[in-house]
């Protein structure tokens, strides 16, 4: 028996997708997004409470949240009762605070990953623990439904846009006790971005903002009432919808912004002048500050 916990959409997809492949019994302990994303994907939603579940199984699989505190507790209890826990990451970013409990590191007996580049720097972060590489079964997912939808090809004149959100002034609020210890807020890439729209190359149509799982769907309405452009707020399609549908898929360095690459569409990053270097590993990801360099010093400027 298996005690799956999750909390955050983004381990919530990889474990969902990895269970749609295991045939071993489980037992589910969910919390937030990943009500849903469990409800969607594998038609089970039914959670028991943690201790149960620990009492149940005979290993824990996890993912990693910064929003809750679930899975670090399962992690501790699994340890205090010696069963074998598995944390499976989910991105390429923050691995060291992801495991974090005020301060007290509590890891894993074993940490899964979905690709070289985050096993990579996984051993760098973690050199005591055994990393292991599994395929990517959300992506797995992820490239099965894209093939079955038709998507068209990019219009180089005009394009439609998902701008998709992180909260990225709540995560830096709570790990570092400064909203904008990275540089820069949520709300600041995207003016960035709307202020040098016309720099991507082609007119851009409709702007489609999908606020992050953990966020209000009205948290991003003050945009449309500070430009002309045609701006809707998405979020009630999936993901995978959302991103079909669109010619560009902007963000920070948001998962989305991978979901986008795989349905090969182009992908750019609006951290702006002062923030961060986006941490995302893969090259094809373009970059708004580059772009507007570029296009500042074209001779039509």
Known sequence: M???VSHDAGGAEILSSW????EEPYCLVLDGPAKDIFQRKIGVSL????SEAIKQSDWVLCGTSWQ??????????????GKRSVAFLDHWVYYEVRFQDQGVAVYPDELWVGDME?????????PGLPIVLKSNPYFEDLQIEFEKIKISPLNSKQCSVLYVCEP???HA????GDERYWGYTEEDALRFFVKNINVIGCTVSKIKIRPHPSESKTKYDWIGWSTSLTIEIGGDKTLLEETAEADVVVGCESMAMVV????KKRVISSIPPGGKSCSLPQPEIEHLQLLLKDYQRSPHV
């Open 173 to 176: 609020l709570l790990q570092h």
């Open 19 to 22: 269970l749609r492949r295991c």
């Open 2 to 4: 298996i005690a799956i």
């Open 260 to 263: 986008g690459l795989l349905a």
């Open 168 to 170: 990225i002034r709540e």
């Open 47 to 50: 959670s028991i409470p943690l």
């Open 118 to 126: 985050a096993k990579r720097i996984a051993q760098t972060a973690f």
């Open 68 to 81: 809750s505190n679930l899975e670090r507790q399962a992690i501790a209890r699994a340890k205090a009762a």
